[in-house]
C-alpha cells in the first residue's frame, strides 16, 4: 500500500463516517457497506488486511482508548458477568463453533475447525462501544459490552494460538493449553500492574504537555509489545495500563488532559473509520481464495454458521445470567435484578470485527511438512461473511429491537440533577476555599477581583441547575444555553475585530494569535459544558 492509497482510505473512509452521523445508521455499517462496494469499483486499488500491522500497531490504540474512557469502578461492579462473557463464553464458542463447524463443512478437519471457532468467538472492541453510544443502552448493560470486549480479544487470541498449534502439527495438550492461557492471562495482567504506576508518575512528572502527550501515544504500543515480548497478552497489558490512568487522569495537568482527548479522539476517529472500511474491502481476497469449495456451496456454510454463532452466544448468555442468581443467594443481594431483556440485547449485540478478520489473515499457508494449511481458505470466507453478517443483520435490527422491547435508556433528566448536585458540592467546597485563601494577607485582592472569583464560581454552579429550567418561547433553549449563545456572539464579535486589526498592521500576527487563542479556550469552555448536557 503506497502513500496515496493510504491517504485515499483514511479521507474515504473519514468522510463516509462523517456523512453517517447525520444518519440514523451507526457508522460502522455504512463503512463496510461501503467498502464493499468500492471493492468492485474499477480502479480502487486492493487494500490486504495486513494482521502485522493490524494486532500490534491498529489494536493497541483502539483497545487503549475504549479502556481510558471507561469507568474502572463500573467494571469492577460488574466484573462477574465480564468474565463470564469475555472468558467463559470464547471459550465456549471455540470449542462449540468449532465442533458444529467441523460437521457442518465437507473436509475441514476438528482441529482446524477449533481455529474457526476461535477466530469468531470474539465480538469487537470498536463495535460493541460505537452501537452503545450511539443507542444510548443502560449504563449496565454498556459497562458489561465494553468490558466483554475489552478482555474477550485476549481470551481468543490465546484460543487461537493453541488451536492453531494442534491444527500445525504441533503437539498441542490440554496442559500446554492452560499453561499457555495462564502465561498470557496472568503475564498480561501483571505486565500491565508493572507499568501502569511508573507511566502514570512519568505523566504527572513531565511538565510540558507536549511531552505528556507524546508519552501518551507511545504508552499503548510498548504495554503491547513488553507484554508480547515475553510471550503474555498484550491486550490485557493494554487494557490494564489504560485503566489505570484512566481512573487517575485528574492527577494531571488541565492542559494534558484538553490537548490528549483531543489527539486521542481524532486517533480513534480515523482508526475506527479505516477498520470497518477495510473489512469490506476484503470481499475479492476472501472469494479468490475460495478453492475446492464452490461459492454457492461456501455461501449455505456461512449462513450455517452465522446462525450457529447467534445461537451459541445465546446458549451462553441466558444461563450464565440467571444460574448464578438462582445458586448464590450472595449475587442476588450484591447484583440488581434483572429481566430476559437484558441476556436478550447483550446476546444480540454481539457483532464481530477486524480483529477476527485479522486473526484470520494470520493463518499460515503451509503446515509441518509444506503442506496447505487445511481449509485455510474457507476460514478466512467464512470469518469475513461472519463479521459482515453480525455487523450489518444484527446492528441494523438491534435499534429496532431495543424500541420493540421498550428498554428505557439513560435519564437525562435525573443525570442532569445529580451533575447539579455535585457540582454544587465541590462549590461550597471551592467558595469555603477561597474564603480560606482571602483571609491571609499574602493573598489579598482588590474587592472587584475578588468578586470576580466568586462570580465565576456561581456561573458555574448555576449553569448546570439552568439546564433545568425554564425554556425560552422563542427559541426553545434554556436559560443557560441562550447565556452560551450570546457568549459565543460577542466571542465572534472580538474575533473579528482582533483580525481586522491584524489586516491594518495595528497588531502583528504573533498577538493575533495569542488573542484567538484566548478566546478560542473561552469558546472552548462553553462548548465542553454545552456537549455535557448531550446537546452539543
Do not use: C
Request: charged share 15%; proline share 6%; net charge neutral.
Amino acid at each position: 500500500m503506497d502513500v496515496l492509497q493510504l491517504v485515499a482510505l483514511v479521507a474515504g473512509s473519514a468522510a463516509i463516517a462523517g456523512a453517517a452521523r447525520r444518519t440514523p445508521v451507526a457508522a460502522p455499517l455504512l463503512l463496510v457497506a461501503a467498502g464493499l462496494i468500492a471493492a468492485y469499483v474499477p480502479g480502487v486499488p486492493g487494500y490486504t488486511l495486513d494482521p502485522h500491522i493490524v494486532l500490534p500497531l491498529l489494536l493497541p490504540p483502539l483497545l487503549y482508548t475504549a479502556a481510558v474512557d471507561s469507568s474502572y469502578l463500573d467494571l469492577r461492579a460488574n466484573i462477574r458477568p465480564i468474565a463470564l462473557l469475555s472468558v467463559g463464553y470464547v471459550l465456549f464458542a471455540t470449542v462449540v463453533v468449532g465442533f458444529l463447524a467441523h460437521l457442518m463443512v465437507p473436509g475441514l478437519p476438528l482441529t482446524a475447525a477449533l481455529v474457526l471457532g476461535a477466530v469468531v468467538a470474539p465480538p469487537d472492541a470498536v463495535a460493541a462501544s460505537a452501537i452503545a453510544r450511539r443507542l444510548g443502552l443502560p449504563s449496565r448493560i454498556t459497562t458489561i459490552l465494553q468490558g466483554e470486549s475489552l478482555v474477550n480479544d485476549a481470551t481468543a487470541i490465546t484460543a487461537f494460538k493453541v488451536a492453531l498449534s494442534a491444527a500445525v502439527g504441533e503437539g498441542a495438550s490440554w496442559g500446554g493449553g492452560l499453561a499457555e492461557f495462564a502465561l498470557a492471562s496472568v503475564g498480561g495482567v501483571g505486565i500491565g500492574l508493572v507499568l501502569m504506576v511508573p507511566l502514570h508518575w512519568l505523566r504527572t512528572y513531565l511538565t510540558e504537555a507536549l511531552l505528556q502527550n507524546t508519552l501518551s501515544l507511545l504508552i499503548p504500543f510498548a504495554a503491547y509489545a513488553a507484554a508480547e515480548e515475553v510471550g503474555a497478552s498484550g491486550v490485557l497489558a493494554v487494557v490494564v495500563v489504560a485503566l489505570y490512568l484512566g481512573h487517575h487522569s485528574w492527577q494531571v495537568d488541565f492542559a494534558t488532559r484538553l490537548q490528549e482527548y483531543a489527539v486521542w479522539k481524532m486517533i480513534a476517529f480515523i482508526l475506527e473509520s479505516a477498520v470497518f472500511a477495510l473489512i469490506g474491502l476484503q470481499l475479492p481476497f476472501v472469494l479468490a481464495g475460495l478453492g475446492q469449495y464452490a461459492v454457492g456451496d461456501a455461501v449455505l456454510y456461512a449462513l450455517g454458521l452465522f446462525v450457529t454463532v447467534v445461537l451459541v452466544r445465546y446458549l451462553w448468555v441466558f444461563p450464565a445470567t440467571f444460574v448464578p442468581r438462582v445458586l448464590f443467594p450472595k449475587i442476588r443481594q450484591r447484583e440488581p435484578e434483572t429481566t430476559w431483556v437484558a441476556p436478550l440485547i447483550v446476546g444480540w449485540a454481539g457483532m464481530r470485527g477486524v480483529v477476527s478478520m485479522a486473526i484470520a489473515f494470520s493463518i499460515p499457508t503451509t503446515v509441518h511438512g509444506g503442506t496447505p494449511f487445511p481449509g485455510r481458505s474457507v476460514i478466512q470466507f467464512l470469518t469475513f461473511t461472519t463479521v459482515i453478517g453480525t455487523l450489518v443483520v444484527q446492528g441494523l435490527t438491534l435499534p429496532p429491537l431495543i424500541r420493540l422491547l421498550k428498554v428505557p435508556g439513560r435519564d437525562r433528566h435525573t443525570e442532569t440533577l445529580v451533575e447539579a448536585q455535585a457540582q454544587s458540592q465541590a462549590s461550597v467546597a471551592a467558595e469555603r476555599r477561597l474564603d480560606e485563601l482571602l483571609a491571609e494577607d499574602r493573598n489579598r485582592l482588590p474587592l472587584p477581583l475578588a468578586q470576580r472569583l466568586r462570580t465565576v464560581l456561581e456561573r458555574r454552579r448555576n449553569s448546570v441547575w439552568e439546564r433545568l429550567g425554564t425554556v425560552n418561547e422563542v427559541t426553545g433553549e434554556s436559560a443557560d444555553a441562550t447565556y452560551r449563545r450570546l457568549s459565543r456572539e460577542m466571542i465572534e464579535a472580538e474575533r473579528a475585530v482582533f483580525v481586522e486589526l491584524r489586516d491594518q498592521r495595528s497588531i502583528d500576527d504573533e498577538m493575533m494569535r495569542t488573542l484567538l487563542r484566548r478566546l478560542d479556550l473561552e469558546e472552548a469552555a462553553g462548548y465542553r459544558e454545552e456537549g455535557s448536557d448531550g446537546s452539543g
